[in-house]
């Protein structure tokens, strides 16, 4: 299913997009996929027996979708990634004690192995990064903060970034297939609080603190700032060659979105007025002609199905990927095999 969009002030943005695909081409394309976690109930009726995670991969060259497994919803958020490079799918689950742990389902074997012990939450997992590390934003137990914690899957030892700073919490992640670098969305807790204080007490919107784009090198875990928003909520970012898109927000939970390419080098923004609202799961695709997403688009006001989505920048077609038909997508990832 296709839509075209012909939104003529967009025109510049994309001639400018199309110098970057150019110049980031590699000549060899890599076999992606995408790994989708569907949340559906098996009985129909009955919510804690009756509800499993659904995983699907969908092969971005033949279009082909296939189930890899239906997992136990046991977790705060249902969340899964498919990593066909190892033949694994990462997921969250209850642990022993209170909280939510790490666990691995081996697609071959259909063995599942619990691989973390001492976190609370898990909000997003990255595989298949730098040494066979996986990256998460994930709470630890006993604290608040949402930490970037680099996992490595022979040893199965963390390493947490900036682990003694109680204040800094972490919205997002996205990996870099191209340059191996981990890009973190980042704000205060106590400008949050503050700011949510102030909105109590006028009655009005909530207007975010402060949101950062941090890089972070895997090997040294030393961190550069990228961009810095003045009192906008950055909601998700995907990182490609030397740039991210991101969706921002002016007040909290609250339309309109808005969305942007931001130069790794630079930190220089630019708007992209776009027919779609998306507020989570944006991913460039690796030739940069464009991206896909979890959201719905617009035809003349009309918000279509809840779904994945491809938009061409180019062509500005939208091609739905995955609808949201049975029980509800929580989650995807667009990733590469071998």
């Known amino acids: ?123 997003s997992m990255i595989p298949n990064t730098v040494d066979h590390t996986l990256v998460m934003a994930a709470v630890k137990k006993g604290e608040r903060p949402v930490k970037v914690i680099f996992f490595d899957q022979k040893t199965q030892e963390m390493n947490i970034l900036n682990d003694d700073d109680s204040d800094t919490t972490t919205w997002d992640i996205s990996y870099n297939p191209d340059t191996n670098k981990t890009y973190a969305i980042q704000y205060s807790e106590e400008e949050q609080y503050i700011h949510m204080e102030q909105s109590n007490k006028a009655q009005t919107p909530m207007v975010p603190p402060n949101h950062t784009i941090i890089e972070i090198d895997p090997i040294s875990m030393q961190t550069r700032k990228v961009i810095e928003l003045d009192e906008e909520q950055i909601l998700t970012l995907s990182a490609r060659a030397d740039q991210i898109m991101i969706a921002t927000a002016k007040h909290i939970n609250k339309y309109p979105i808005e969305y942007s390419m931001v130069n790794i080098r630079t ?38 199905e809840r779904g994945i989505y491809y938009y061409d ?26």
């Open 1 to 123: 299913m296709k839509e075209r969009f012909p939104i003529q002030k967009c025109i510049p943005v994309f001639i400018t997009l199309l110098l970057f695909i150019t110049g980031c081409s590699s000549g060899k394309e890599a076999h992606e996929y995408l790994s989708i976690t569907n949340t559906e109930y098996v009985n129909g009726t009955d919510p804690k027996e009756g509800m499993i995670m659904r995983v699907y991969t969908y092969d971005i060259q033949t279009k082909a979708l296939d189930k890899m497994a239906d997992l136990p919803y046991n977790s705060q958020y249902p969340l899964t990634v498919s990593s066909l490079a190892d033949d694994i799918i990462y997921y969250s689950g209850a642990g022993k004690d209170k909280g939510n742990e790490l666990f691995s389902y081996d697609i071959q074997a259909q063995t599942t192995q619990q691989l973390s012990s001492g976190l609370f939450a898990i909000n």
């Open 267 to 304: 930190g220089e923004r630019t708007n992209i007025p776009l027919p779609i609202k998306a507020s989570s799961e944006l991913y460039l695709s690796k030739d940069g002609r464009g991206f896909y997403f979890l959201g719905q688009y617009v035809d003349a006001n009309v918000k279509h």
């Open 313 to 338: 920048l180019k062509t500005q077609e939208v091609e739905a990927i995955f609808l949201q038909k049975e029980g509800f997508i929580n989650n995807f990832m667009l990733l590469s095999k071998p």
